[in-house]
């Protein structure tokens, strides 16, 4: 389809939204209609539809997730975009459930905009889903951080699907949390999910943990026992820390994922089962693959959709959410009202490295509640191993943290070297500041930066500053 001759229609009772898309779409070449309520949108569309709707999901009247049930039904084929600026689980999932073809948080990016409705005008049209109601967000996977979007992207495209997951991650990064809600947002919902940590079980147990096993098939089995898999039959079993696993039961997992069928320990009688299997690994398989350390079929019959669980220090803008939450949990724990951040002790927080991860601040909410002693936690009440310091210190490595995590995701996102897209930015930051402090003296500045007045010159050239 020719972008020249795209129509696109734009729901948002935000105006300055409305504005925004509208003024990059024409620049696009794509014509465009604007509608500040779903209502009107109803009314117009009954004369012609667009090749591609955005739509927010919270507005007036109708919300937008009404109006994509609303449109499944009469304009089955329009490609959807759904945006919105309260992107939780929940709104993510509903809206790949009620078809949409692409879920987009604000704030968005523009040029990332228009490739979307590229790409919805392309597509040869929607398959359909499911529109039940999904089950209630888990609060502790709130998140506004893009890595975190992403994770629930995944969710809702899968909200349809038994395929087998592999969830990767750091520990402590809720790669649990990601399979319950796969479970919970899936045709299984109303079965079993069974969890087990294989890392946590004797490798000379996980076997019978696994399958079951008859009576006397080992000293001490006085009974027949039912594994994890039978458990799970009709619904999820998620197998956490998948890397540990060792060869020989490598080899029997990969067998009942192949061909749905295992024996108990020392039964001889196959057994049946249908389950979707969830695994979760800290470790790099690909890795452990090349190291011989993990079966090369196993992991591409595990590896069929990644999803990747982001540390917390590539997701800061989510740790007040979460320690709001979970203060607020601590609180209701041991009875008491929960306790507030000042804004130097949520400094402290969130500049902090969190190694451990979601996990490690559950812990350090549970511990503050316990140890601060009044109802507001302030930066003395952060003790040292939380990246509490006198004020002076902490505001001295503050930007050297938050560079860390900058080169972090640059490194994650970008194959630009480090110090061509920082020193720039450095270089220009620094100008800005001292040209400022001196009301703009270039000879008074050049010393505040400690440089010569024919170095700032040629840097603020080069910089575009002039």
Request: with cysteine.
């Amino acid at each position: 389809m020719n972008s020249s001759t795209l129509n696109v229609w734009i729901v948002d009772d935000d105006r300055s939204v409305r504005w925004v898309l509208q003024k990059a779409l024409k620049q696009a070449d794509m014509e465009t209609r604007c509608f500040e309520r779903a209502e009107h949108l109803l009314e117009a569309i009954d004369g012609g539809a667009p090749d591609v709707l955005i739509t927010d999901v919270r507005m007036p009247g109708m919300s937008g997730l009404t109006l994509l049930e609303r449109l499944r039904t009469t304009r089955p084929e329009l490609p959807i975009i759904i945006i919105t600026a309260h992107s939780d689980l929940e709104n993510a999932v509903a809206a790949y459930k009620g078809g949409a073809f692409e879920y987009l948080p604000k704030p968005f990016d523009i040029d990332e905009a228009i490739e979307l409705v590229h790409k919805a005008a392309r597509s040869s049209g929607i398959s359909e889903h499911e529109t039940s109601e999904p089950p209630a967000s888990i609060a502790s996977m709130i998140g506004q951080a893009p890595a975190m979007q992403e994770v629930f992207r995944s969710i809702g495209r899968l909200a349809g699907s038994s395929m087998t997951v592999l969830i990767t991650g750091e520990s402590g990064t809720g790669k649990e949390l990601v399979a319950r809600a796969l479970h919970d947002h899936s045709p299984r919902s109303g079965k079993t999910f069974v969890a087990l940590n294989t890392s946590a079980i004797a490798s000379e147990l996980l076997e019978s943990e696994l399958f079951g096993h008859e009576k006397g098939a080992f000293t001490g089995a006085d009974a027949r026992r039912i594994g994890r898999f039978e458990q799970a039959d009709g619904g999820t079993l998620f197998l956490d820390e998948i890397g540990d696993m060792s060869p020989a039961l490598q080899t029997r997992l990969l067998r009942v994922l192949a061909e749905s069928e295992f024996y108990r320990v020392g039964g001889q009688t196959p057994i049946t089962v249908d389950v979707r299997v969830v695994a979760a690994t800290n470790q790099d398989l690909a890795r452990a693959v090349k190291d011989t350390r993990f079966r090369e079929d196993l992991f591409h019959r595990l590896n069929v959709i990644r999803i990747n669980t982001p540390p917390l220090r590539q997701r800061r803008e989510d740790i007040p959410l979460l320690l709001k939450y979970y203060l607020a949990e601590s609180a209701d724990e041991i009875g008491t009202p929960p306790k507030a951040l000042d804004a130097d002790a949520l400094d402290a927080l969130q500049t902090y490295q969190w190694p451990g991860n979601v996990r490690q601040l559950v812990n350090a909410t549970r511990r503050l509640t316990v140890t601060a002693p009044g109802s507001v936690i302030t930066a003395d009440d952060i003790p040292g191993d939380l990246g509490g310091s006198e004020p002076p210190q902490r505001a001295a490595r503050e930007w050297t943290r938050t560079l860390a995590s900058w080169a972090e995701r640059q490194l994650h996102d970008s194959d630009e070297p480090l110090l061509d897209t920082a020193l720039p930015e450095f270089e220009k930051t620094l100008i800005e500041i001292a040209m400022t402090q001196t009301n703009g003296h270039r000879q008074e500045a050049a010393k505040l930066l400690g440089w010569g007045r024919n170095t700032l010159a040629r840097k603020m050239k080069t910089l575009g500053l002039d």
